[in-house]
T-cell receptor
Framework: GQNIDQPTEMTATEGAIVQINCTYQTSGFNGLFWYQQHAGEAPTFLSYNVLDGLEEKGRFSSFLSRSKGYSYLLLKELQMKDSASYLCAVTDSNYQLIWGAGTKLIIKP | IAGITQAPTSQILAAGRRMTLRCTQDMRHNAMYWYRQDLGLGLRLIHYSNTAGTTGKGEVPDGYSVSRANTDDFPLTLASAVPSQTSVYFC????????????FGEGSRLTVL
């Protein structure tokens, strides 16, 4: 079966750095997405990786290793507003999007 | 209207009743999707449409139907609601039906009693 694994919950301190991991097992691969979802709101797009390596976008970076079926989202200089759930999703060989259950990130002052 | 609009925002419904969740987008995106989100689970695809006039079944289509009469509208109907359909429903759209970024509506919280 197809599977996306992420930690259920993480806690970090304001101003620090946190890395949220995502491992996947899917039938084929056509890209990996990260979305942010604040409580009670809709998911919003953060990043897309289709080739191995690091994509940097401001305070957020996303890394992909296709051979290891692994990605991480790196958040730097954490702010209270970064408290949210972070969703990892993979597009499989049929271009179907498979979603992880999300990682709830709690930021403490 | 800017982006995707869903209605209603929240609804409590008696089991056995018929319910239609509305979704309208103004971005002229070809692809549209309905997901449900339940605690502890990832987003699960109910139905999708790659272009006006076509629809397809997702991972959890039973008990739901959709139509795509035009580009902008993609309503989701529960013919006879059951308590297991209690969930938050998100409509989304994309300008591509393969690897495009998804734009989500604000969600419809449905409780079936």
């Amino acid at each position: 079966g197809q599977n996306i694994d992420q930690p259920t919950e993480m806690t970090a301190t304001e101003g620090a750095i946190v890395q949220i991991n995502c491992t996947y097992q899917t039938s084929g691969f056509n890209g990996l997405f990260w979305y942010q979802q604040h409580a009670g709101e809709a998911p919003t797009f953060l990043s897309y990786n289709v080739l191995d390596g690091l994509e940097e976008k401001g305070r957020f970076s996303s890394f992909l290793s296709r051979s290891k079926g692994y990605s991480y989202l790196l958040l730097k200089e954490l702010q209270m507003k970064d408290s949210a759930s972070y969703l990892c999703a993979v597009t499989d060989s049929n271009y179907q999007l498979i979603w992880g259950a999300g990682t709830k990130l709690i930021i403490k002052p | 209207i800017a982006g995707i609009t869903q209605a209603p925002t929240s609804q409590i419904l008696a089991a056995g009743r018929r319910m239609t969740l509305r979704c309208t987008q103004d971005m002229r995106h070809n692809a549209m999707y309905w997901y449900r989100q339940d605690l502890g689970l990832g987003l699960r695809l109910i139905h999708y449409s790659n272009t006006a006039g076509t629809t397809g079944k997702g991972e959890v289509p039973d008990g739901y139907s959709v139509s795509r009469a035009n580009t902008d509208d993609f309503p989701l109907t529960l013919a006879s609601a059951v308590p297991s359909q209690t969930s938050v429903y998100f409509c989304a759209s994309s300008d591509r039906d393969d690897t495009g970024e998804l734009f989500f509506g604000e969600g419809s919280r449905l409780t079936v009693l």
